[in-house]
């Protein structure tokens, strides 16, 4: 049964750094890609960043500017998402998730953890 459990949320002030981890369990993920999504009130859930499980890659949203960075720690099985220079707007439920590298978001063959609430004061 595959887990993704996801901890280190908070409420954290604007301009400071939170660092979530998100540890898998389950299965084999070395032919899977690692992401995290957020989602905030009233809105949809968008992508935030992956990383490829075995070479490494990784990927960002646009609006990130360089703000973020997600890496992996084989050994653990966990995934982490550093965040820095947070602002209100980064507010949101941020959700880890898996899904095999040759397939797409959303089309059934991934996986979801129960998010975890990152608050991000003004």
């Known amino acids: 049964q595959v887990q993704l459990v996801e901890s280190g949320g908070g409420l954290v002030q604007a301009g400071g750094s939170l660092r979530l981890s998100c540890a898998a369990s389950?299965?084999?993920?070395?032919?899977?890609?690692m992401g995290w999504f957020r989602q905030a009130p009233g809105k949809e859930r968008e992508f935030v960043a992956a990383?490829?499980?075995?070479?490494?890659?990784?990927y960002y949203a646009d609006y990130l500017k360089g703000r973020f960075t997600i890496s992996k720690n084989n050994a653990k099985n966990t995934v982490y998402l550093q965040m820095n220079s947070l602002k209100p707007e980064d507010t949101a439920v941020y959700y880890c998730?898996?899904?095999?590298?040759?397939?797409?978001w959303g089309k059934g063959d991934d996986y979801w953890g129960q998010g975890t609430q990152v608050t991000v004061s003004s």
């Open positions: 998730a898996a899904r095999p590298s040759f397939s797409s």
């Open positions: 389950g299965r084999t993920f070395s032919s899977y890609l």
């Open positions: 990383i490829s499980w075995s070479g490494g890659s990784t």
